[in-house]
């Protein structure tokens, strides 16, 4: 998924985005385009930023916002279409 994408799906700014690639918390691909780099995130990257980003928006730090989303992200192993967040 390209950045802007990600921008657009999660209605994140942009420098909030690349803060998280920063600080190593995404790592998205680089794919050379002449002299630029565009990067490709992942779904698993997705995930990171979206609920990243959602603890980011209640007020969490960034290395607070990091560990609770991996820790839902944890939690919520097998999360799919049918599934409610995996929890019964």
């Known amino acids: 998924m390209k950045t802007s994408e990600v921008l657009h799906k999660i209605d994140i700014p942009r420098h909030k985005l690349y803060?998280?690639?920063?600080?190593?918390y995404?790592?998205?691909?680089?794919?050379p385009m002449g002299d630029l780099e565009a990067r490709e995130?992942?779904?698993q990257d997705l995930l990171k930023i979206k609920f990243i980003w959602k603890y980011?928006?209640?007020?969490?730090k960034h290395k607070v916002a990091y560990e609770m989303a991996m820790e839902e992200?944890?939690?919520g192993v097998g999360w799919g279409p049918g599934n409610a967040g995996g929890r019964n």
């Not at 803060?19 to 190593?24: A, D, F, N, R």
């Not at 995404?26 to 794919?31: N, W």
Request: proline residues 4%; positive net charge.
């Open 19 to 24: 803060y998280l690639e920063q600080k190593g």
């Open 26 to 31: 995404v790592t998205p691909r680089r794919i």
């Open 41 to 43: 995130y992942s779904q």
């Open 56 to 60: 980011l928006s209640k007020g969490f």
């Open 73 to 75: 992200l944890n939690a």
